[in-house]
């Protein structure tokens, strides 16, 4: 007889959650298939040091979007609306890295230094399931502002 916890594991084909981490973090085995979704080579680290094992370009935000949103998390909100816009127009991206979580763990890298505001994030968000609404949603589920306050404004753009 057995005591303790047994190892959580995944029936096969079940969608695992998608993780997030910056190219520049070493990696680990627990990463599983590492895809890098910046449309730009992060600075100062060669292939293999991101040891990325897809570099999926289209999964990033578009020229457009990504400089008008500059990393200020005044943007934010907007952001994540006109990101996730995009990504509803890439079906075929969406498709392929919901096959990679069913074959296995998937970790989203990103190069921002900013690691609560970036599009690693909204992705994650979007095939984790998080609803389009959840404007004040951070990684694990905190929330960015305080109960009652009002969200930062963030206008104008790219649409």
Do not use: C, Q
């Amino acid at each position: 007889m057995r005591t303790g916890r047994s190892p959580r594991v995944s029936p096969p084909g079940a969608r695992r959650p998608v993780r997030v981490k910056r190219v520049y973090e070493p990696p680990d085995p627990r990463d599983g298939t590492r895809v890098l979704i910046d449309r730009l080579w992060p600075r100062g680290i060669s292939s293999d040091e991101a040891a990325a094992d897809l570099w999926l370009k289209d999964a990033a935000p578009s020229d457009a979007l990504r400089r008008w949103f500059g990393h200020d998390p005044v943007r934010w909100a907007s952001f994540r609306r006109k990101y996730r816009a995009e990504l509803a127009e890439r079906a075929e991206i969406l498709r392929l890295l919901d096959e990679l979580r069913r074959r296995g763990p998937v970790t989203l890298l990103f190069g921002a230094r900013d690691t609560e505001h970036n599009n690693a994030v909204v992705l994650s968000e979007v095939l984790n399931g998080n609803p389009p609404g959840a404007e004040g949603a951070r990684p694990g589920g905190a929330r960015t502002r305080k109960r009652g306050s009002k969200p930062a404004r963030g206008g104008g753009g790219p649409t």
